[in-house]
């Protein structure tokens, strides 16, 4: 199975910066198939970005997400207090679908 | 809009048994594909099981022969029904609308999700 690795662990920024995340796959992913989530405690999981780059519906467009093969990219324009969570990438290129460890975006 | 509720989490002895309900609104479970997603203290997400808007049934290794995913259409709720538990399986559990990729799965709405502990 493909094995995602989410880097930093941790990312301390400030409402105003720009947030970047990276998801690296252990082999390449097919057809770019690859979601972002956002998860806050207490709240449902929500999808943000599916196919790599598509902005699922309602999602503001300050949320981006680049990539191909093996490597992949969230960015966050500007961040806005609501956006300090964890983050998820996952792959469906081949079975089984397989997430990431996470990274924990937290205010500096 | 679309809403989805999880159920029946709580503390189960190993071996033991509980069934998860997903009530689900603002769409019918019948038309769409659903999955339960689960994730353990510490660690990450992982996809458990998925039931077709046809019926058919899939599971991870990791739960094959002991889960049951199943669904009462009148009810707009899907179930999982959990056997012989063991420690491993002590997670939050996610229900999930699943959009289906050349046969691989992405989840584009979930609920909050349930605790079970599985307590030896």
């Known amino acids: 199975e493909i094995v995602l690795t989410q880097s930093p662990g941790t990312l301390s920024l400030s409402p105003g910066e720009r947030a970047t995340l990276s998801c690296r796959a252990s082999q390449s992913v097919s057809n770019t198939y690859l979601a972002w989530y956002q998860d806050k405690p207490g709240q449902a999981p929500r999808l943000l970005i599916n196919g790599a780059s598509s902005r699922a519906t309602g999602i503001p467009d300050r949320f981006s997400g680049s990539g191909s093969g093996t490597d992949f990219t969230l960015t966050i324009s500007r961040l806005e207090p609501e956006d300090f969570a964890m983050y998820y990438c996952q792959q469906y290129g081949s079975s089984p679908p397989t997430f990431g460890q996470g990274t924990k975006l937290e205010i500096k | 809009d679309v809403q989805l509720v999880e159920s029946g989490g709580g503390l189960v002895q190993f071996g033991g048994s509980l069934r998860l309900s997903c009530a689900a609104s603002?769409?019918?479970?019948?038309?769409?594909?659903m999955s339960w997603v689960r994730q353990a203290p510490g660690k990450g997400l992982e996809w458990v099981s998925v039931?077709?808007?046809?019926?058919?049934?899939y599971y991870a290794d990791s739960v094959k022969g002991r889960f049951t995913i199943s669904r009462d259409n009148s009810k707009n709720t899907v179930y999982l029904q959990m056997n012989s538990l063991r420690d491993e399986d002590t997670a939050v559990y996610h229900c999930a609308r699943t959009k289906m990729v050349r046969g691989v799965y992405y989840f584009d709405y979930w609920g909050q999700g349930t605790l079970v502990t599985v307590s030896s």
């Open positions: 039931i077709y808007s046809g019926g058919s049934t």
């Open positions: 603002g769409f019918a479970v019948n038309s769409n594909y």
